[in-house]
C-alpha cells in the first residue's frame, strides 16, 4: 500500500505534462488569433497590448508572460505559417508547370485568406520599414522565404520555362514585388478582383520570363 501512491503520482505526471502543454499552446494561440484581428481592425499603431489582452479575455500579466511587444506577436505569427509557405512551395515546385501554380496559389491565398500575412501583409511592411527590431525579428522568415523562392526559379529555368540569361536575382527580386503589389492593391482596390485576374497576369509574366522562340528549338 505505501508503495501505491508514488506510483501513481508517477504514472500521472506525464499526462499532467501534457495536458498543461496543451493549455499553453492554446494560450498562446488565442492570443495570436486575438492580435490578428486587432491588427486587421485597427492597424499595427491603432492596436495596443490593452486591446488584443481584451480581444483574448485574459489580463495583461498573463499575456506578457508570452510575448512582451507587438513585435514579438507579429514575428510569431509570421513564423507560425512556415508550415503552410513549406508546403506551399513544395506543392508548386512538383508541379508540371511552376509558373502558372505559383500564380494560381496566390489566387487561391487572395481568395481564401489561408495565411493571416495575406491580410497582414502590407501592415507588417510598412512598420517594418521604420522598426527595426520588427525587421529583423521577420528577416529570417524572409531569408527562408526567398531561398525557397530562389531554388524554385532555378528548376522552372532548368524546365525551359524562364529563358537562362536572366539574372536569377533579378527575376526572384522582380517577382517578390509584385506579389507584394498583389497583396496591397487586393486590399486597397477590392474592384480589381485580383484573384481571378491572377491567370491573366500569369500570362503576362510567362511572356516576359520566357525563352526567345529559337532558343526553345535549340533546346529541342
Same mark, same amino acid.
Given at each position: 500500500m505505501s508503495d501505491a501512491a508514488p506510483l501513481s503520482a508517477h504514472a500521472s505526471a506525464p499526462h499532467t505534462a501534457r495536458r498543461d502543454t496543451e493549455a499553453r499552446n492554446a =494560450? =498562446?494561440?488565442?492570443i495570436l488569433d486575438a492580435a490578428m484581428a486587432c491588427f486587421a481592425r485597427d492597424g499595427f499603431h491603432g492596436t495596443s497590448m490593452q486591446k488584443i489582452c481584451k480581444e483574448a479575455g485574459m489580463s495583461p500579466g498573463a499575456l506578457y508572460r508570452y510575448f512582451p511587444s507587438k513585435e514579438s506577436l507579429i514575428a /510569431?505569427?509570421?513564423?507560425g505559417e512556415r508550415t503552410e509557405r513549406l508546403h506551399v512551395f513544395d506543392t508548386v515546385s512538383q508541379a508540371p508547370a511552376i509558373l502558372p501554380a505559383m500564380l494560381e496559389t496566390i489566387a487561391d491565398i487572395l481568395r481564401d485568406h489561408s !495565411?493571416?500575412? /495575406? @491580410?497582414?501583409g502590407p501592415e507588417i511592411m510598412a512598420e517594418a520599414i521604420r522598426n527595426e527590431p520588427l525587421r529583423n525579428?521577420? #528577416?529570417p522568415v524572409e531569408q527562408e522565404t526567398r531561398d525557397m523562392l530562389r531554388d %524554385? !526559379?532555378?528548376t522552372a529555368t532548368a524546365r525551359g520555362e524562364i529563358a537562362p540569361e536572366l539574372d536569377s536575382e533579378d527575376v526572384l527580386v522582380m517577382l517578390q514585388i509584385m506579389g507584394d503589389g498583389v497583396v496591397l492593391h487586393h486590399q486597397l482596390h477590392? #474592384?480589381?478582383n485580383?484573384?481571378? @485576374? %491572377?491567370?491573366?497576369l500569369g500570362v503576362l509574366i510567362q511572356r516576359m520570363l520566357a525563352p526567345h522562340p529559337h532558343q526553345t528549338k535549340a533546346q529541342d
Open positions: =494560450r =498562446r494561440q488565442r /510569431a505569427i509570421v513564423s !495565411l493571416p500575412t /495575406a @491580410r497582414l525579428a521577420i #528577416e %524554385m !526559379l532555378r477590392p #474592384e480589381w485580383m484573384p481571378d @485576374r %491572377m491567370r491573366r
